[in-house]
């Protein structure tokens, strides 16, 4: 449907996509940034986040203008049209990539230090400029190898515009506070990122077996 697609007119798809991608995210060429290669990644444009377009844009640049290795870089936000119904496009820095959930139960000592200090500096630059991700599971973390050393990125950071967030994420890695009252701040992002760094560590979860109507 390139007729209705008009991020079509700006962005170059590579077929050969050797990542593993999330769905409706591509390997693109930038055309109108020299053929800069980026992620593009389309979601579904609920009503509602239509109608704070504005206010997520704000949101957007607050976290488009953090530069730091363990964050993948953020570039354009828009409202387009896909497959004939509205999205918001998003681009992001590209690498080649695993996810970090490939790591678990694979790394020595040296190699979860160095991962853990990344997760751990990426998410502080995030609450020095006073923002949080609200949601951390190892699905929004990737790893990048760069002549041998481990460099891991939030990915799908800033915000969630998925309105099935909470179900694309273990409820062993969310913080009680958000599934039982709903609440999210920087203390539910340092609680997720704990127990991450747990399961990375030790291939399991500190607590086990933890449903969503558990923890409720």
């Known amino acids: 449907n390139k007729e209705d697609e008009n991020w079509y007119k700006a962005y170059e798809i590579i077929e050969n996509n050797k990542n ?9 060429r930038d055309i109108e940034d020299g053929n800069r290669p980026k992620l593009l990644s389309l979601y579904k444009a609920d ?19 953090i530069y730091h290795r363990n964050l993948l870089k953020l570039f354009d936000f828009d409202l387009t049209t896909f497959n ?18 490939e790591y678990f139960g694979k790394i020595d ?5 160095e991962l ?10 995030i609450q020095t400029n006073k923002l949080a991700l609200n949601l951390i599971s190892p699905d929004i973390i990737i790893v990048v190898n760069d002549n041998g ?3 891991p990125k939030f ?18 890695f969310i913080a009680p506070e958000t599934i039982a009252l709903n609440q999210k701040d ?23 077996n933890s449903s969503e109507e558990k923890i409720k």
Request: hydrophobic fraction near 40%.
């Open 20 to 28: 593993d991608l999330p769905e409706n995210t591509y390997e693109v």
């Open 116 to 125: 853990a200090t990344g997760l751990i500096n990426g998410l502080k630059a």
């Open 84 to 101: 004939k119904e509205q999205h918001f496009l998003i681009t992001r820095d590209y690498f080649r990539f695993h996810y970090l959930s």
């Open 186 to 208: 920087k203390r539910s992002d340092v609680y997720s990122l704990g127990v991450i760094l747990y399961y990375l560590a030790f291939n399991r979860y500190p607590i086990e």
């Open 47 to 65: 009503y509602k986040f239509i109608a704070n377009f504005k206010r997520l844009k704000v949101t957007f640049d607050s976290f488009s203008s």
């Open 155 to 172: 990915f799908d950071w800033g915000f969630d515009l998925s309105t099935q967030s909470e179900n694309r994420t273990n409820a062993e």
């Open 149 to 151: 050393r481990l460099i």
């Open 109 to 113: 000592l040296d190699e979860f230090i």
